[in-house]
C-alpha cells in the first residue's frame, strides 16, 4: 500500500477541476490536470491517488453499487 496515495493536509488545490463525483459515503472525487484526488472530509483532506497515470482526469464515474 505504500506510495499508493498522497495525503495533503491543509492545503489548498490550485488550479482547474475538471471533473467531480460523490459516492454513497459523501467522499469526493476529483480530476485534475495532474490525476485523480479524494477527500474523506468535505475537502479538509486532499489525498492524492498515486497508483494510476498522473494525467488529466476529464471525466469521473462512481459505482454507487460498490
Not at 32 to 47: A, M
Request: glycine letters at 6%.
Amino acid at each position: 500500500m505504500e506510495n499508493e496515495a498522497t495525503i495533503l493536509k491543509n492545503t489548498n488545490i490550485y488550479g482547474q477541476i475538471f471533473s467531480l463525483s460523490i459516492d454513497n459515503e459523501n467522499n469526493i472525487y476529483f480530476g485534475k490536470n495532474d490525476g485523480l484526488y479524494k477527500s474523506i472530509d468535505n475537502g479538509q483532506t486532499n489525498i492524492k491517488i498515486n497508483n494510476i497515470p498522473s494525467y488529466s482526469v476529464y471525466s469521473l464515474s462512481i459505482d454507487k453499487q460498490n
